[in-house]
């Protein structure tokens, strides 16, 4: 069994031998690690010395001062980050997994309605002054949150549900977002709101068979609406033509006998006008033009002189119409 007074005494000899060594090693190798670090190409390095700013490193290897008298803060500025809402993403792939958990007190939001709503969203942003990201807000990601949070109860409560949940969702991510921006201007935290996107929003989950109940009896309304409208399209127009062609034909068939009528009454006038001129002569032409109307319409003519009493016998006409008539 070794002594442990050897031991020590054979360590103790190795240290008063290399001494310089050992005490030159402590120095120098914590010093090599200390004095210099690296900064990735989409990060800004913001130097701290005794507590205060001193400069900002560019992406590379950087010299600072060692033994901590110097501290870099590393801050991604060409990098863009996102907060969640409401759900917290757990596995990030080509099937993203979410979780719901203990997150539904950011998410539950009162409406101008004064109905609840289950909004998710997320806050994509960047960071653009590392120096005011660092020092003119404390905890900035903590208050971009907070702030976050406030936009979207302050837009969301001006909104009825139904807006919230269907129509509106875009005009909502878009007013958060222009307001969240004008407060990370007026806080001057050096961050940028790239965009505002609305996950997911629903009722809270005790209503939402309801509210189910009455989006689908809202969809059947308005497909009923749509198909009376289509229905109303389709048969009023040729309704409309076919009282328009009736109309028409109405009109011209008036047109048609008012211009007979007053064509017959002209022709009268002027008949009349000639009668009055020349009686005589006119009776005898308008005899003469009814009989050649009317003679060629008769089968058997007979002409006699009014004077001749003793024709009927000698023509025999009782048996020629006793034949015509069989």
């Known amino acids: 069994m070794a002594d442990p007074n050897l031991d020590l005494k054979y360590y103790m000899y ?15 190798v914590p010093l090599l690690f200390t004095s210099f670090t690296t900064v990735g190409p989409e990060e800004e390095g913001v130097v701290i010395m ?3 700013y001193n400069r900002t490193m560019q992406p590379g290897l950087n010299f600072k001062v060692p033994y901590g008298i110097e501290k870099v803060y590393k801050i991604p500025v060409q990098r863009q980050l996102k907060l969640e809402f ?18 539904a007190v950011e998410s539950l939001m009162l409406t101008g309605d004064l109905n609840l709503a289950d909004v998710e969203w997320v806050v994509q942003y960047r960071i653009v002054d590392s120096y005011n990201f660092l020092f003119k807000v404390r905890k900035a990601e903590t208050t971009l949150r907070d702030m976050s949070e406030a936009a979207m109860r302050s837009i969301v409560g001006d909104r009825t549900v139904n ?6 969702r875009q005009e909502v991510a878009s007013a958060v977002e ?3 921006q004008q407060m990370c201007e007026d806080y001057e ?16 989950e005790k209503v939402k068979p309801s509210f189910n109940e009455v989006n689908k009896a809202q969809q059947e309304r308005e497909r009923l609406i749509n198909e009376a409208e289509s229905n109303y399209n389709r048969i009023i127009p040729r309704a409309r033509g076919e009282a328009q062609e009736t109309v028409q034909l109405a009109e011209a068939y008036t047109l048609n006998r008012v211009n007979k009528a007053k064509g017959e009454a002209d022709r009268f006038n002027s008949l009349y006008t000639e009668y009055i001129k020349a009686a005589e ?15 060629p319409k008769i089968n058997n003519k007979i002409v006699v002189d009014e004077k001749g009493t003793n024709v009927l016998p000698l023509l025999n006409i009782d048996q020629k119409l006793i034949k015509n008539e069989k």
């Open 50 to 52: 005794l507590g205060k």
């Open 86 to 103: 409401g759900f917290r993403t757990t596995q990030a792939s080509q099937r993203t997994q979410y979780s719901k958990r203990n997150y």
């Open 163 to 168: 807006e919230v949940l269907t129509v509106g």
């Open 189 to 204: 935290n050096g961050i940028r709101i790239d965009q505002v996107v609305l996950q997911d929003v629903n009722p809270p």
């Open 178 to 180: 222009v307001q969240l």
């Open 281 to 295: 002569v006119t009776k005898k032409r308008i005899y003469y033009e009814t009989m050649e109307r009317i003679l």
């Open 14 to 28: 190795l240290f008063r031998k290399y001494k310089k060594q050992i005490i030159l090693a402590i120095i120098v």
